[in-house]
């Protein structure tokens, strides 16, 4: 096997691939990235019987003089290419070592047994497709309420729901809800399915997923074991989890009596400089009367802060505290320029969602909570 290749180009593809290798392999063979260059594409990929990622080059960015399979140490080569020179890179096997060459650097790799590499997954069926940008910006609002805890498996998934043209999104740590509903194209006008995707694995490759790359999902139906996720010559499958999950959607209506509007960018500073006295488990409280809200926190007698901002509010005045990150995590879901906070009392979850542009000079809050941007955010207050 011989190639020459682009070394920004090999880069990029050598991060995505080495993504899914183990730290800690089960078997030597999986600390390996597979090279195959044939029929003029370059493809390298890395797998752990969970998660597969695969990059493809072709074109001007590869020229193969010589086609073959090779599995070299996977982090090891990364490292490498990552701190090459700025020039074309050759890689060839030579006896019994893989060469890399990039100017006048030269590195010799010992190679993996490749017959001993387990064949990659196939994909299934392909399901639809959807606007790269338009899929990570969703996996990025939703993922940050996603649960750590992995003895509970189900809330460390996003879920995903497809019926027609619509696609929806959630995922929730049982202290909060982040959900985003958007339009995508399936390839049969009635697929419907249910599944509960990996959210660490769908958030990563949502954000290595090249700018104005179309996204398409391979998923046949709610008894695949796998999905596909594949756009720009990247390519990743994951096995899913379960699928039971929480009636989240039932959970994201009510009857509110407090609605405020708040900018959303000054807000978010206004919660980071306060949130400076806080310690480990101390909450933001945010006063709404007429007019403004009222951002404090306090560290027993050792520190307190307390900033004022302009805000729109109907119904009730409140005094309703939560968890900063949580605060944090939600408006950064929000991509207009005001948010929206419905609460019914300091104890019951409170509402985020975005403002639409067109609603931001209206004078009343409540007047345009039938329409949203397709996010919603759910959230339990802190008692205090």
Partial sequence: ??????????????????????????????????????????????????VSAQAKLSGEDVTITEPGRVLVPGRLLAEIVRNLPPHPVDIAVKGSEVVVTCGSAEFGLLPLPV?????????????????????????AQVTPAAGRDDTLPMLTGVRIDFEGTTMRMACTDRYRIAARELSWTPADPEFTAGIVVPARTLADTAKAIRPGAEVALDLTGTGDALIGVSGGGRSMTTRLLDDQFIDY???????????ARVRVAPFVEAIKRVALVTERNTPVRLAFTPGEVRVRAASGDAARANESLPALLAGEEIDIAFSPQYLLDGLAGVDTEFARLECTGPTKAALLTAVPDKNADDADPASDTGENTGFRYLAMPVRI
């Avoid at 009510?254 to 609605?259: D, F, H, K």
């Fill in 1 to 50: 096997m011989e190639f020459r290749v682009d070394r920004q180009a090999l880069a990029d593809a050598v991060a995505w691939a080495a993504r899914t290798l183990p730290s800690r392999p089960a078997l030597p063979v999986l600390a390996g990235m597979l090279i195959e260059a044939a029929d003029g594409e370059l493809s390298l990929a890395g797998f752990d019987y969970e």
């Fill in 115 to 139: 017959e001993d590499y387990p064949a990659l997954p196939v994909p299934p069926g392909r399901a639809g497709t959807i606007p790269g940008d338009v899929f990570a910006a969703a996996v």
């Fill in 249 to 259: 959607r039932s959970r994201l209506t009510g009857t509110w009596t407090t609605t």
